[in-house]
Nanobody, 120 residues
């Protein structure tokens, strides 16, 4: 099982980006999916998560600006980021809590990270 993230890039303050992360391999069920980020010199922090019923949870810094969603048929999670600020600059990592077809639970499968840079 692996996660592949995409969608990062360079954007000006006030702009928008949409991150995507798709799970592939022997996926049976995905419980939670979400995004963390890690800025230079800082610890990794949760940005948003969503369960398989679509209930979302956001960090205070993301509320009102970011929207997390998922497509269960495609095993994909999205993060729509609007009104971006320079302080949103970080490497964004997707993660998923997955049950495999062999009935093994992998509670934290991580994607490779995608860099988001917001210029002022």
């Amino acid at each position: 099982v692996q996660l592949q993230a995409s969608g990062g890039g360079l954007v000006q303050a006030g702009g928008s980006l949409r991150l995507s992360c798709v799970a592939s391999g022997s996926v049976l069920v995905i419980n939670f999916m979400g995004w963390y980020r890690q800025a230079a010199g800082k610890e990794r922090e949760l940005v948003a998560s969503i369960d398989n019923d679509g209930r979302a949870n956001y960090a205070d810094s993301a509320k009102g600006r970011f929207t997390i969603s998922r497509d269960n048929a495609k095993n994909t999670v999205y993060l729509q980021m609007n009104s971006l600020k320079p302080e949103d600059t970080a490497v964004y990592y997707c993660y998923a809590d997955i049950w495999t077809v062999t009935r093994i639970r992998a509670p934290y499968v991580w994607g490779q990270g995608t860099l988001v840079t917001v210029s002022s």
